[in-house]
């Protein structure tokens, strides 16, 4: 069955003619950082690495929710899934993460009342079907995600739910962009920017950083030859030493972004200096509740002070999150982690770059 | 965590859509958009509609595309 709008950019032929310019015009060797955990694993699944001229070397950078995520942050949640009167709900993808002590699966195991969503909207709806219970989100993710959380924090305020509550550890790209380049370890030449996040925030959000560091930005969609095309574009202007911001997700992200998930999300949130795992604190690169909403913050309303997080011992996602190492660098990367039983967050997620490796047989 | 398949909205009440991926249906909330109608093509993240695809600007990329995977 056909699908509109997608086709053309999953057809190999498309695919393989812009390889083949690709391989014409690539000259000097670059360094190419995929920002998006989806944009890593749709790098991998259509073997675009393997087909692309020695001059380019793809890095995954810190574009998986899970994988830059805190430790305090992961041990927080096990925390609060522990008191008696939540349920701790989220995305799938948290549930093995390991934290310092246990994991939210083992917990549940342990009859902890803990539940995968696949919405903000979900989570609400158990709220209302459980009044005697605080309902707490567990909110991790970028732009794309946040919005839909703040979505559900007004639609709780509306509905009067009280027991619904949102711990928010959400973070925002841009600033990650600047630290990324700020460190200057990395090296890198052009950053293929995420496609969803940037269908909130718009082209128009990465004009200060691009303003600043003069490095090649383009957005990119995640069909195969959507990833061909952004790195033709990045290829060209570093060829031609014309550096440009561009968008080459064009049917999904407008300059301006979506504005009305824009004001959703500042109505709600504001930023915040946030820890991000491999990288540190990044300055005003959280999203944390406005005090308007604070009886929605689980942050206000429980004490959950983690002191003692401790990151896996030997595990180097830190590391591959900002492009300095690749997961084979990892002494444990296929012996003690492995995707059935992982050490670090980047073995876990589907989108984390060890999983990929893993799973791509690298 | 992305799905980036461009759905169609099959149905709409107040502010649910139901859309329709390759045959298969589900609802999404419409709050993150500013008008959708029936027909629209969305994208998806996280159960919510976060973008309506604009049909000429993606007929405009998708020509690009086609140049561009055409070169000899
Ligand atoms: S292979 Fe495992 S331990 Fe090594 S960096 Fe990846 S997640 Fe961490």
């Known amino acids: 069955m056909s699908i509109k709008y997608m086709e053309e ?43 692309l001229p020695d001059t380019i070397s793809l890095l995954s950078g810190p574009g998986c ?59 609400l709806e158990i709220a209302r079907k459980n009044p005697d219970k605080k309902v707490v989100f567990s909110g991790i993710g970028f732009e794309t995600t946040a919005p839909t959380i703040a979505a559900s924090i007004l639609s ?28 200057g370890e990395a090296r890198i030449d052009g950053f293929m ?19 600043q560091y003069q490095v090649p930005c383009v957005i990119a969609g995640f069909e195969p030859a959507d990833i061909l095309q952004a790195i033709f574009i990045l290829v060209k202007q570093i060829e031609a030493g014309v550096l440009k911001l561009e968008n080459g997700y064009q049917r999904a992200v407008v300059f301006d972004g979506n504005e009305k998930a824009q004001k959703m999300m500042h109505d709600v949130f504001e930023t915040v200096d946030a ?26 309303i429980f004490d959950v002070t983690v002191s003692d997080s401790k990151e896996p011992e030997g595990c180097a996602c830190g590391e591959i999150l900002i492009g300095l190492k690749t997961p084979p660098e990892c002494p444990l990367y296929k012996k003690a982690c492995t995707p059935v039983d992982p050490v670090g967050p980047c073995m876990v997620s589907t989108e984390g770059t060890c999983a990929a490796y893993y799973r791509y047989c690298i | 965590m992305c799905l980036a398949i461009p759905s169609k909205i099959v149905k709409i009440e107040n502010t649910i859509g139901t859309i ?32 309506k695809i604009d049909e000429s600007t993606a007929m405009e990329s998708l020509k690009y595309l086609r140049e561009l995977g055409s070169i000899r």
């Not at chain 1, 498309?14 to 360094?31: A, W």
């Not at chain 1, 709780?156 to 990324?180: C, E, Q, R, T, W």
């Not at chain 1, 920017?193 to 303003?211: D, N, R, W």
């Open chain 1, 275 to 300: 820890v991000w795992r491999g990288i540190g604190t990044i300055p005003k690169s959280g999203l944390k509740i406005r005090k308007e909403f604070e009886s929605f913050d689980a942050q206000k």
């Open chain 2, 20 to 51: 329709d991926v390759a045959g298969v249906k589900r609802e999404i909330s419409l709050l993150l958009l500013e008008n959708a109608s029936v027909g629209d093509y969305v994208i998806v993240h996280a159960g919510f509609a976060i973008h």
């Open chain 1, 65 to 123: 929710p899970v994988c830059v995520t805190a430790q305090r942050e992961i041990d927080a949640f096990i925390e609060l899934a522990k008191e008696d009167d939540v349920i701790l709900t989220g995305f799938g993808d948290l549930m093995r993460v390991p934290g310092t002590d246990s994991t939210l699966q083992k917990e549940r195991a342990a009859g902890r009342d803990i539940r995968i969503v696949y919405s903000a909207l979900d989570a």
């Open chain 1, 156 to 183: 709780a305020k509306k509905m009067g739910l009280d027991n619904y509550l949102v711990f928010s550890a959400h973070k925002i790209v841009p600033p990650a962009l600047a630290a990324l380049m700020e460190t």
């Open chain 1, 9 to 51: 950019y999953r057809d190999p032929e498309i695919s393989s003619k812009i390889i083949e310019s690709i391989k014409k015009l690539s000259q000097k060797k670059v360094r190419l950082m995929e920002v998006c955990g989806t944009h890593t694993m749709s790098i991998f699944r259509s073997g675009i690495r393997t087909l």
């Open chain 1, 193 to 211: 920017l995420p496609g969803h996040v940037s269908v909130i925030i718009g082209t128009k959000a990465y004009l200060p950083f691009f303003e």
